[in-house]
């Protein structure tokens, strides 16, 4: 069974940091597996922020590029998500999700398995 527990997020002023985690469990014993971070503010669509594969491989949306970093710590089993330069539309709930195989979108309906989320909100 997998479980997804995310913590660090937050109030911030514009260009401040916060980083997310996401403890992870049950899916380490598979092979292939992608990891990834999304987010939903209030009155929109879910959209995917970014991606870790298990070969490595990351990948980022558009908006978040150049200011988001994922990564993951194998000991710890944990999910990051380093933000930097916050703005204040990056403000949302933020879900760690899973999924098995590579990663082959960010679309949401590709991951079966959620968090509960962590609100991160970005003042101006």
């Known amino acids: 069974q997998v479980q997804l527990v995310e913590s660090g997020g937050g109030s911030v002023q514009s260009g401040g940091s916060l980083r997310l985690s996401c403890a992870a469990s049950g899916y380490a014993s598979y092979s292939r597996y992608c990891l990834g971070w999304f987010r939903q503010a209030p009155g929109k669509e879910r959209e995917g922020v970014a991606s870790f594969d298990s070969d490595g491989t990351r990948s980022y949306a558009d908006s978040v590029k150049d200011r988001f970093t994922i990564s993951q710590d194998n000991a710890k089993n944990t999910l990051y998500l380093q933000m930097n330069s916050l703005k204040p539309e990056d403000t949302a709930m933020y879900y760690c999700?899973?999924?098995?195989?590579?990663?082959?979108?960010?679309?949401?309906?590709?991951?079966?398995?959620w968090g509960q989320g962590t609100q991160v909100t970005v003042s101006s």
């Open positions: 999700a899973a999924t098995w195989g590579p990663c082959l979108s960010l679309l949401p309906t590709v991951f079966g398995y």
